[in-house]
Nanobody
């Protein structure tokens, strides 16, 4: 059974940093897209960042404009884990952050992903 378990969320002051982790089990995703999405109260789930395999040992990363330059996505295939380093956090980053795996097609859209974690809360105070 495939499981994705997020961790690393919490309460942080504006300008601070957090590192989210997403540990996968049940299968490996080293040749598949993995991504982070987030959902704030009353809003739709939105794309944050994607990390997808582009052949050999090369991966491609992309970010939502709202986090570009502040967040960094990475993965450790030996640990089957995806990360999101979040720097310069702002109150507007407050949301539940979800890890998604095995994406195909439109990597920026939630329905494109087969597996999801339960999320981790990130709260940024002003």
């Amino acid at each position: 059974q495939v499981q994705l378990v997020e961790s690393g969320g919490g309460l942080v002051q504006a300008g601070g940093s957090l590192r989210l982790s997403c540990a996968a089990s049940g299968r490996t995703f080293n040749k598949y897209a993995m991504a982070w999405f987030r959902q704030a109260p009353g809003k739709e789930r939105e794309f944050v960042s994607v990390h997808r395999w582009s052949g050999g040992i090369t991966y491609y990363a992309d970010y939502a404009d709202s986090v570009k330059g502040r967040f960094i996505i990475s993965r450790d295939n030996a640990k089957n884990t995806l990360y999101l380093q979040m720097n310069g956090l702002e109150p507007k980053d407050t949301a539940v952050y979800y890890c998604a795996a095995s994406g195909t097609g439109n990597y920026y859209s939630p329905p494109s992903y087969e597996y999801w974690g339960r999320g981790t809360q990130v709260t940024v105070s002003s």
